[in-house]
C-alpha cells in the first residue's frame, strides 16, 4: 500500500527553522519525482519544492535560498529543509507524488507549521 507521511511541523518565531520529512511506504522515493506544497488559511496551494527523479531541484522566488529540499535514501524520505522563516511561511504542508506507481497521484496527511513571535 503506497502512503505517504508528513513530520516535523510546528511552531517557531521568525527567523528560526524547522526541517520536514515526508516518508514514503509501499514505493521508493528515488524512482519518482516528489513535491511539497503548502496551503494557508484562503490562500491557494503553492508549490514550494520539487526533486525530478533525476535529482533536479527547483523552488519558487518566495522561498528560494531559505527551503531546501533533498532526500534521504536511507529512510526512503523526502526532506524540506526551512530555515529563515518568516510568518508568511505559516501554512499546511503537504508532500506529493504527481507520478507515482501506477500511474496514480499520492499526498500526505499535511504537516501544520506556524510561525509568529
Known amino acids: 500500500q503506497v502512503q505517504l507521511v508528513e513530520s516535523g511541523g510546528g511552531s517557531v518565531q521568525p527567523g528560526g527553522s524547522l526541517r520536514l520529512s515526508c516518508t514514503a511506504s509501499?514505493?521508493?522515493?528515488?524512482?519518482?519525482?516528489m513535491v511539497w506544497h503548502r496551503q494557508a488559511p484562503g490562500k491557494q496551494r503553492e508549490l514550494v519544492g520539487l526533486?525530478?527523479?533525476?535529482?533536479?531541484?527547483w523552488h519558487p522566488d518566495s522561498v528560494r535560498g531559505r527551503f531546501t529540499i533533498s532526500r534521504d535514501e536511507s529512510k526512503n524520505a523526502i526532506i524540506l529543509q526551512m530555515d529563515s522563516l518568516k510568518p508568511e511561511d505559516t501554512a499546511i504542508y503537504y508532500c506529493?507524488?504527481?507520478?507515482?506507481?501506477?500511474?496514480?497521484?499520492?499526498w500526505g496527511q499535511g504537516t501544520q507549521v506556524t510561525v509568529s513571535s
Open positions: 509501499g514505493f521508493s522515493f528515488k524512482d519518482y519525482g
Open positions: 506529493n507524488v504527481p507520478h507515482g506507481p501506477r500511474e496514480r497521484e499520492y
Open positions: 526533486m525530478t527523479d533525476g535529482d533536479v531541484t
